[in-house]
């Protein structure tokens, strides 16, 4: 009870902090409180080690460059994070550090896979904008619009590998998971990620702005319609699919 109490006491002075500095929404700051919560209370420091390798570079990434990345998105694309994304990206991984706290290796490794996953896909898409050379489709390799999903460049392949192997070396260090086969995890789950964008996650366009988007109400306010892919997979469903992936690669490997 001590050590849930402790992790909850945590959660809740991160998720304010990073509500004041306007990196979480309301709705994203409780959500960081369950999260954050399961995760302190049921791992301890390891765990909350694991938790910020990805969550303090990740807030942090999102800040760089903002005005060029806001001019490419032709939008205000950096804002609090909400409940749902904030899920999308962590509630793999609170599940897994939940069912970690028997004792089992597999679930440990699989919770620092969802979030070698998570750190992957973040930044390879923060540093990844900020390329100075056109984006392609990981599909056709086609070239896109920077800041839309499905889209590579050599500078955020590198970063996505760097974000993977950040997580990858705190998990081992802490000896939560080891750290080829949690790397190894991350990088598959943000592939993933880039192959859904590029796939199955719907595109929409706003006919006022004549722009490609990703969001049912563009910045603008005008109701945007689908160009591409199935209208009920958006950006958070394929950020929680990432996670997964990563959580269930980390295990696989963890087990061979």
């Known amino acids: ?15 304010l902090l990073a509500y004041r500095v306007r990196a979480l929404s309301r709705s994203g700051a409780a959500a960081a409180f369950a999260i ?13 080690a694991v938790l910020f ?12 460059g903002r005005a060029r990345k806001n001019a490419i998105a032709g939008e205000a694309r950096i804002r609090p994070r909400s409940g749902w994304q904030v899920l999308a990206n ?7 550090a939940l069912a970690a706290s028997g004792g089992s290796a597999a679930f440990s490794a699989a919770f620092a896979g969802a979030f070698a996953a998570a750190s992957a896909d973040t930044w390879g898409t923060e540093i990844g904008e900020l390329s100075p050379a056109a984006p392609v489709s990981i599909l056709s390799f086609r070239r896109m619009r920077a800041g839309l999903s499905g889209g590579v460049t050599l500078l955020g392949a590198t970063a996505t590998i760097g974000g993977a192997l950040f997580v990858a070396g705190v998990a081992w260090a802490v000896r939560i998971g080891p750290l080829l086969g949690v790397a190894v995890a991350g990088v598959a789950g943000a592939l993933l990620d880039s192959v859904l964008g590029a796939s199955l996650q719907a595109h929409r366009w706003c006919p006022a702005c004549a722009r490609e988007c990703e969001t049912r109400l563009h910045e603008c306010g005008t109701r945007t319609r689908l160009q591409r892919g199935l209208a009920w997979i958006e950006n958070d469903g394929v950020n929680f699919a990432a996670t997964l992936c990563g959580a269930l690669v980390a295990a696989l490997l963890t087990k061979l």
């Open 53 to 64: 390798a990805f969550f303090v570079p990740s807030t942090l990434l999102t800040r760089v």
């Open 1 to 15: 009870m001590t050590q849930l109490a402790l992790g909850a006491a945590l959660a809740a002075i991160v998720a």
């Open 90 to 96: 962590g509630a793999v991984a609170a599940l897994c």
């Open 36 to 48: 954050g919560a399961a995760v302190f209370g049921s791992g301890g420091w390891p765990a909350a």
